[in-house]
């Protein structure tokens, strides 16, 4: 009798589940929208022209060692990514009230911020409903009590913006309020400004603290600045403490190489060295450094004018692709005649759509039209392709009619 045989096997993560059940179709006409990862029109991820670039010139640096990087990570990293998410005139950072860890990616960052709150006394977290399924996962597993608020009207296949300020407008005093910054995940749908001001009143007026998840800056607009927007509006126009927890996987193409920022915005600069020491401790715990390969990529587009035009050409490539494939999509379903209002697929932002089946129409697709889709309806828009995009429309009419 071993120590483990009587453990139980976890229940499968949805989309790994997914890609598993696909990778076993046999059918050559399968479709998988279901992985959130960026692809070009050839179904490949594709490693940036930029990055490539970089990465060459790394690989001939004999300055470049493998030792390891502080806990908090690479300084150079680090200065230049504040800047990308509040902005080269940011108050917070001007006045020395802003602090940068670097961290595993958006996930890592996440952990981290989660755990610094966590121990500090802040125990409710607040996810949209819905949200990215790893939201509630980190937050049970530090210990949070989870609670949800409103975000998808259902009916009207848009943001419930009453419903979402509702509930905040109920939330304990402290809760932690996790928001997307852009492109929200998965339906594809944000706040206007108007509304981010709602939202921020209510937090700073029933004293929440915001914590932002911002994965996809650039591809909500095409524009840095305009995706980051919330963000700098919350820290330097309305001075809310907070934390963002930035990924590099979607917008350097980086996915694997974990390149991550944590921000920290805090009232007074005297909070900085605490938060970077508790950082440490926690870091120290878990990995105890982050890996350089691809802070160092970044840093250095970053830090260089013509890397950096590089990169948002890059960015921009990625976005105009996505917008042209919501077109494609929304114009098919239109010329089809398939029931409903489409509107919401070229309204929305980002890679994700939020289409709106409901799961046994998910199901059949996949059952019988060997299209891959989450059950919730939620699609990854750069899987669509002009190889398939006929295949795609015919199979939504289809189930929709039948
Ligand atoms: N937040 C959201 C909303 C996401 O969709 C993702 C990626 N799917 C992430 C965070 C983090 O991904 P990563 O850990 O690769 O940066």
Redesign the pocket.
């Given at each position: 009798m071993g120590r483990f045989d009587s453990i139980s096997t976890d229940p499968p993560i949805d989309v790994f589940h997914l890609t598993e059940l696909f990778e076993n179709d046999g059918n050559p006409s399968k479709v998988n929208l279901g992985v959130?990862v960026f692809q070009d029109e050839n179904g490949k991820t594709p490693t940036l022209p930029v990055v490539r670039s970089v990465e060459q010139s790394m690989a001939q640096d004999l300055t470049l060692d493998k030792n390891y990087l502080k806990s908090v990570g690479l300084d150079s990293f680090c200065q230049a990514c504040l800047k990308l998410v509040l902005g080269e005139q940011s108050s917070s950072i001007i006045e020395n009230r802003a602090c940068s860890i670097q961290g595993l990616?958006?996930?890592?960052c996440?952990t981290i911020g989660l755990e610094f709150l966590y121990r500090n006394g802040y125990k409710i977290g607040y996810i949209s409903s819905p949200t990215?399924s790893?939201h509630l996962s980190i937050m049970q597993a530090i210990g949070f009590d989870v609670k949800r608020y409103r975000y998808w009207n259902k009916e009207k296949l848009n943001l419930d913006i009453d419903g979402l300020l509702q509930d905040l407008q109920d939330a304990p005093e402290n809760s932690v309020i996790l928001l997307?910054a852009c492109a929200h995940?998965p339906t594809g749908c944000d706040p206007t400004r108007e509304q981010w001001q709602q939202i921020s009143d209510v937090i700073k007026q029933r004293k929440l603290f915001p914590f932002f998840?911002f994965?996809y800056q650039g591809f909500s607009t095409g524009d840095l600045d305009q995706d980051a927007w919330p963000i700098r509006y919350f820290a330097d126009h309305q001075k809310h403490e907070l934390l963002v927890a930035q990924?590099f996987?979607k917008n350097f193409s980086l996915?694997n190489e974990r390149v991550?920022h944590l921000t920290g915005v805090f009232s007074s600069r005297d909070i900085i060295p605490k938060f970077r020491s508790q950082l440490t401790t926690i870091i120290r715990r878990i990995y105890s450094n982050p890996p350089a390969h691809g802070a160092h990529i970044v840093a250095t587009i970053l830090c260089n004018p013509t890397l950096y035009s590089e990169w948002k050409n890059n960015v921009r490539t990625m976005f105009e692709r996505i917008q042209s494939m919501r077109q494609l999509f929304y114009t098919k379903l239109k010329q089809l005649g398939t029931p409903g209002n489409w509107d919401h697929i070229i309204t929305q932002h980002g890679m994700i759509a939020f289409t709106g089946l409901n799961p046994r129409q998910c199901q059949t697709l996949l059952q019988q039209h060997h299209i891959y889709l989450m059950s919730d309806g939620r699609i990854n828009i750069c899987a669509i392709t002009q190889k398939n995009i006929d295949q795609i429309s015919k199979s939504f009419y289809e189930v929709i009619t039948t």
């Open positions: 959130g990616s958006g996930t890592g996440l990215w790893n997307h995940n998840d994965a990924s996987s996915y991550g």
